[in-house]
């Protein structure tokens, strides 16, 4: 049973549309985290999170906004999506003081 | 900052032939991290294939082996004999204990294994 579920698996958008990923865990996990995954390169960390409530700036946050308002649902928000930002997303969680991480299947986004 | 390289893909390798991807980090703001392997099968999420946190231990899972070298700053994946339920993407990635536990990660190695 996935610990780890992302919404939606695909996603087509416009440019200048709002997007919004949604991550759910039911590890009970303190931590999560959002990445992004282009040809290439390695994930690359968006946003991450210490609980409800807390967002951070990971590496490369530009254009992205995130939400997390339970400790189970970490969302990554989209406001102006551009084409640059078509990509592969990865929600993951984990906890305080271990670096494993437990990750989704991803979220395949197009921005046309 | 910190920094992970490997094996450009994709790599295609025969059943039960031997496989090596190379990785090579830079820590810089780390002077011991913890070296990971993650691998993607098709359609599903990033799992942790091995860990090892120590200099000159090695981890080892389901066939595979790494052996985490602090001089020459590698971990490289090595496996006897690859099956095809092996092909996947394989991804080397650094951390730390602490903090955020922010991953870095290699650019990932595609792997196919023909039957």
């Known amino acids: 049973e996935a610990a780890v579920t992302q919404s939606p698996r695909n996603k087509v958008a416009v440019t200048g549309g709002k997007v919004t990923l949604s991550c759910n865990q039911t590890?009970?996990?303190?931590?999560m985290y959002w990445y992004r995954q282009d040809t290439g390169h390695g994930l690359r960390l968006i946003h991450y999170s210490y609980g409800a409530g807390s967002t951070e700036k990971g590496d490369i946050p530009d254009g992205y906004k995130a939400s997390r308002p339970s400790q189970e649902n970490f969302s990554l928000i989209l406001e102006l999506a551009t084409p640059s930002q078509t990509s592969v997303y990865f929600c993951?969680?984990?906890?305080?003081?271990?670096?494993?991480?437990?990750f989704g299947p991803g979220t395949r986004l197009l921005v046309l | 900052g910190d920094s992970v390289t490997q094996t450009e893909g994709p790599v295609t390798v025969s059943e039960s032939e031997s496989l090596i991807i190379n990785c090579t980090y830079s820590a810089t703001s780390i002077a011991y991290p913890n070296l990971f392997w993650y691998v993607r099968y098709p359609g599903e999420g990033l799992q942790l294939l091995l860990k090892?946190?120590?200099?000159?231990q090695k981890g080892s899972s389901r066939g595979f082996e790494a052996t985490y070298n602090k001089e020459t700053t590698s971990f490289h994946l090595q496996k006897a004999s690859v099956q095809e339920s092996d092909s996947a993407v394989y991804y080397c990635a650094l951390g730390r204990t602490g903090g955020n536990n922010k991953l870095t990660f290699g650019q990932g190695t595609v792997l196919s294994v023909i039957p």
């Open positions: 090892v946190i120590t200099a000159g």
């Open positions: 590890n009970n996990h303190n931590n």
């Open positions: 993951a969680s984990g906890e305080p003081g271990q670096d494993t991480q437990y």
